[in-house]
């Protein structure tokens, strides 16, 4: 759990798998935990979506790639070789690319449990 919040973050360390398999090891080792990160007011409705649907809403899915293109675009203008500045924008065309993929759930009402 602790990972996937650094995730958010730091650039390159996924936050979803990280959840997601905290979810998944909870589940087993904690039911108290694991009903607390499913009741979770942000993680909640994406395990929801993902473990049901596997997508995300179009919210997430707008707030993620301005995430990653924020990190990346940090992480590029810091590091100090140019070989690692195209190694990270190839990182992050392929990122892009699977993320914006992902299929997207839609919701009928703008009510707070949809979100």
């Known amino acids: ?15 979803t798998p990280f959840i997601l398999l905290a979810s998944a090891c909870f589940m087993r080792g904690s039911p108290r935990f694991h009903r607390w990160l499913n009741e979770h007011k942000t ?24 995430c ?15 070989w690692l500045k195209i190694a990270l924008v190839l990182m992050l065309i392929l990122l892009l690319q699977w993320f914006l993929r992902l299929p997207t759930v839609e919701y009928l009402a703008d009510k707070p449990e949809n979100h």
Not at 1 to 13: D, E
Not at 43 to 66: D, T
Request: proline share 7%; aromatic share 12%.
């Open 1 to 15: 759990m602790i990972l996937g919040v650094a995730g958010i973050f730091l650039p390159l360390l996924p936050t």
């Open 43 to 66: 993680f909640g409705p994406i395990l929801s979506n993902w473990h049901q649907h596997r997508s995300v809403s179009s919210k997430v899915k707008k707030r993620g790639a301005l």
């Open 68 to 82: 990653i293109l924020a990190s990346f675009a940090f992480s590029i203008w810091i590091v100090p070789h140019f």
